[in-house]
């Protein structure tokens, strides 16, 4: 990892004092202070809005800080640009994606350094530096394999080893478990545990309590732009950083569970999709007010399923019936006239419209509600809508004009879903609703997916938590390899016995 000579002469390896930053309306940094020392893995926290984001972006040189120093290895530091900061050994693993689908493996570590051969690019050494990185991360992809072919996994693994490649000295992972299963989360962890031992601050930003109590040394929380507390992690207990960053208690973490399921409202028969492999003859109901969980390992096909119901996967076979009435969701749009929504895994790619704003993100799946009797839309209708997917989830945005990239993803991921409950469906599908959320925003959405469910509508949702299937649900459908193993009733069933199951047909 670079020159073994690190020029630190203090006990950090990175400083940033005092650091504030402000945009239009909104302070969003008011005098952070973050220390990392070397050989360390350094927690930072908050609820989406916080600016753990922010922050880092200042570091990053994607933001310019209004106020405050940094030091990096001893230096007085003030990057222009992310180009800068790699090259001097600062990297970043985002929680979004960013890599270029058409492009192959190799492409999307080296793009902008390729190694050249006189005016040519050095395929061969390009092949053999990619491969030389994989083999000491333990990797296992084919570098020349275009990355719009791989999993969401493989592409966070890709992302980490493009980091790794930079022979960086401060390595920033942000939400980095949110797509792997636990056997990806161990191989991270010794990654992690690696770059550490070689001398490496890792700066660690996840929402979920147990990785941070399980890997890392320290942790800085934030609180609306504030630091609230820089301790060692072995003198905080979860609950008492949980107050912390929400500026209340939560006695317990998921709500009490009210909702009666009821009557048959979806019955799914032999349904097979296409694009093999897919699903294959997966059968199972829905009752009103109920919420079902899909479960299985990554590769179980489980998303299949539900963008098979929502006309996204052409159905090769099966039946689908709504109340008793057969249905064929052939496109999205008909899936939505039918009564269902879908709020995707991977919102940056397939839910949200990144360079439109707040108002256009939470409308637009209900438009054609909006139109008035001469045809036009009704914008007092659409103002008020939209301060009520603000309100009803919380969201934090200067205004309804905000264009929605510039919200946290916690908070982009809240207006997708208020979009789909303006549209009042009779199937609400959840692709891990709550992926990078913090603890706060998660409790919020659980508490509406189950008054969802009071009001007699039909909820699935899938999700690579088990503590949080375990929480919410009312039965638990297990997926492996594309088929339906076993249906649970998630009172009567426990962790072991669900990763059990996801096993049997791999």
């Known amino acids: 990892?670079?020159?073994?000579?690190?020029?630190?002469?203090?006990?950090?390896?990175?400083?940033?004092?005092?650091?504030?930053?402000?945009?239009?309306?909104?302070?969003?940094?008011?005098?952070?202070?973050?220390?990392?020392?070397?050989?360390?893995?350094?927690?930072?926290?908050?609820?989406?809005?916080?600016?753990?984001?922010?922050?880092?972006?200042?570091?990053?040189g994607i933001y310019k800080k209004d106020t405050g120093n940094i030091l990096y290895q001893g230096k007085a530091i003030d990057f222009q640009s992310s180009k800068e900061a790699l090259k001097n050994g600062v990297s970043m693993v985002h929680q979004e994606l960013n890599l270029v689908l058409q492009c192959s493996v190799m492409d999307n570590i080296w793009l902008g350094r390729y190694p050249q051969k006189g005016p040519f690019i050095n395929?061969?050494?390009?092949?053999?530096d990619t491969k030389a990185i994989f083999k000491e991360l333990g990797i296992d992809i084919d570098p020349y394999h275009k990355v719009v072919n791989l999993s969401i996994s493989q592409m966070q693994m890709i992302e980490i080893a493009k980091a790794f490649s930079y022979n960086a000295k401060i390595i920033i992972m942000d939400e980095p478990t949110s797509s792997l299963t636990e056997k990806e989360i161990i191989h991270l962890f010794t990654i992690i545990r690696k770059l550490k031992d070689s001398g490496c601050g890792i700066i660690y930003i996840s929402h979920k309590m147990e990785e941070i109590f399980q890997?890392?040394?320290e942790i800085t929380i934030l609180r609306d732009g504030q630091c609230i507390t820089t301790q060692k992690l072995k003198s905080l207990g979860m609950e008492e950083i949980t107050a912390m960053m929400v500026g209340r208690s939560l006695n317990q973490r998921f709500p009490h569970k009210s909702n009666?399921?009821?009557?048959?409202?979806?019955?799914?028969?032999?349904?097979?999709?296409?694009r093999q492999p897919s699903i294959q003859d997966v059968?199972?109901?829905?009752?009103?007010?109920?919420?079902?969980?899909i479960a299985g390992l990554v590769g179980a096909k489980r998303t299949d399923i539900v963008e098979t119901l929502f006309g996204m996967r052409e159905k090769v076979s099966g039946t689908i019936k709504l109340y008793g009435k057969e249905i064929n969701n052939t496109s999205p749009n008909k899936a939505i006239k039918n009564g269902f929504a879908l709020v995707t895994e991977e919102r940056r790619f397939t839910g949200i419209y990144a360079f439109l704003d707040?108002?256009?993100?939470?409308?637009?799946?209900?438009?054609?509600?909006?139109?008035?009797?001469?045809?036009?839309?009704?914008?007092?209708?659409?103002?008020?809508?939209?301060?009520?997917?603000?309100?009803?989830?919380?969201?934090?945005?200067?205004?309804?004009?905000?264009?929605?990239?510039?919200?946290?993803?916690?908070?982009?991921?809240?207006?997708?879903?208020?979009?789909?409950?303006?549209?009042?469906?009779?199937?609400?599908m959840l692709d891990e609703p709550?992926?990078?959320?913090?603890?706060?925003?998660?409790?919020?959405?659980?508490?509406?997916?189950?008054?969802?469910?009071?009001?007699?509508?039909?909820?699935?949702?899938?999700?690579?938590?088990?503590?949080?299937?375990?929480?919410?649900?009312?039965?638990i459908l297990v997926m492996s390899n594309g088929k339906?193993?076993?249906?649970?009733?998630?009172?009567?069933?426990?962790?072991?016995?669900i990763l059990r199951l996801a096993s049997l047909y791999l």
Request: glycine share 8%; aromatic share 6%; with cysteine.
């Open 1 to 60: 990892m670079g020159s073994d000579d690190l020029t630190v002469q203090s006990e950090y390896l990175l400083e940033m004092a005092n650091i504030s930053k402000s945009f239009p309306g909104v302070k969003a940094l008011d005098n952070i202070n973050l220390k990392v020392r070397p050989y360390s893995v350094h927690a930072l926290v908050g609820e989406n809005g916080s600016g753990k984001s922010t922050l880092l972006k200042c570091l990053f």
């Open 123 to 128: 395929q061969n050494k390009m092949y053999s």
């Open 215 to 217: 890997l890392c040394d």
């Open 260 to 274: 009666m399921p009821g009557e048959v409202i979806l019955e799914v028969c032999n349904l097979t999709a296409l």
């Open 283 to 293: 059968s199972f109901y829905l009752h009103k007010g109920e919420i079902l969980g």
């Open 358 to 428: 707040v108002k256009f993100n939470s409308l637009i799946s209900n438009i054609y509600k909006y139109k008035n009797k001469i045809g036009l839309l009704d914008n007092k209708k659409m103002k008020n809508d939209t301060q009520w997917v603000i309100e009803a989830m919380s969201v934090k945005t200067l205004d309804h004009s905000t264009q929605i990239r510039f919200l946290s993803g916690g908070n982009q991921q809240k207006v997708i879903i208020g979009r789909w409950l303006l549209a009042q469906p009779e199937i609400l």
């Open 434 to 475: 709550t992926r990078g959320i913090d603890v706060g925003a998660k409790f919020e959405i659980y508490q509406l997916i189950i008054e969802l469910a009071k009001k007699k509508k039909g909820i699935i949702i899938i999700s690579s938590e088990m503590p949080e299937l375990l929480g919410i649900t009312d039965r």
């Open 484 to 497: 339906v193993v076993s249906i649970l009733d998630t009172k009567k069933t426990t962790q072991n016995e």
